[in-house]
């Protein structure tokens, strides 16, 4: 069991940043495949960006451009820097690690972009 933490979520002005963090229990990043995803309200959880093990970056169309995905292994920590928010960026935002049949999830933070 791998247990994520995260933090860094809250009400911020359309235009605005934030940078949201997930701590990891124990080093995991040499093998998972470490994601940021969101849910809005009545929605599906949808994917924002993915790290690999490797250091690669993937994000969803949405956010290309606004939004950094990152880590810091000797801190076991995600980061998702967050930059020229929208209201529709407004969702709660879980940390996720996978790998092979191991997936495991955050408690979630919220954000909130006003207009």
């Known amino acids: 069991q791998v247990q994520l933490v995260e933090s860094g979520g809250g009400l911020v002005q359309a235009g605005g940043s934030l940078r949201l963090s997930c701590v990891a229990a124990?080093?995991?990043?040499?093998?998972?495949?470490m994601g940021w995803y969101r849910q809005a309200p009545g929605k599906q959880r949808e994917l924002v960006a993915t790290i690999t093990a490797g250091g690669t970056t993937n994000y969803a169309a949405s956010v290309k451009g606004r939004f950094t995905i990152s880590r810091d292994s000797a801190k076991n920590t995600v980061y998702l820097q967050m930059n020229s928010l929208k209201p529709e960026d407004t969702a709660v935002y879980y940390c996720n690690g996978n790998y092979l049949m191991y997936n495991y999830w955050g408690q979630g933070t919220q954000v909130t972009v006003s207009s």
């Open positions: 124990r080093n995991i990043f040499s093998n998972y495949v």
